[in-house]
């Protein structure tokens, strides 16, 4: 079985760090500066939440899973689907309660 690792760290600088690993190998990384007066952090960890839900979902049911390339993983990773119902989840958290 494949295992896929994706994070979103807070780091010492105080940004954050985004990393997908694939089988202990990272497929991507980069550091973001989010606005976290505009909650983009919130939105950050909901989205990579998201998709490492959609790729443990995937493993599930395909233990072979995996991206071939960066490009394989970012296509994923824009998913509609994916981007849909982090969308909704972060909604749902800053909106819901109005």
């Known amino acids: 079985m494949n295992k896929i690792e994706i994070t979103y760290k807070r780091n010492s ?12 190998h990272v497929i991507f990384a980069k550091t973001y500066s989010p606005k976290e007066e505009e909650n ?13 839900r959609w790729a443990d979902r995937e493993l599930s049911e395909n233990p072979d899973f995996k991206w071939n390339s960066f490009e394989e993983f970012k296509e994923w990773a824009g998913s509609p689907k994916i981007r849909k119902e ?10 819901g309660n109005e």
């Open 86 to 95: 982090a969308s909704d989840k972060y909604d749902e958290l800053t909106f």
């Open 40 to 52: 983009q952090h919130i939105m950050g960890n909901i989205f990579v939440e998201t998709m490492q």
């Open 13 to 24: 600088a105080n940004k954050f760090d985004f990393t997908a690993k694939q089988n202990g």
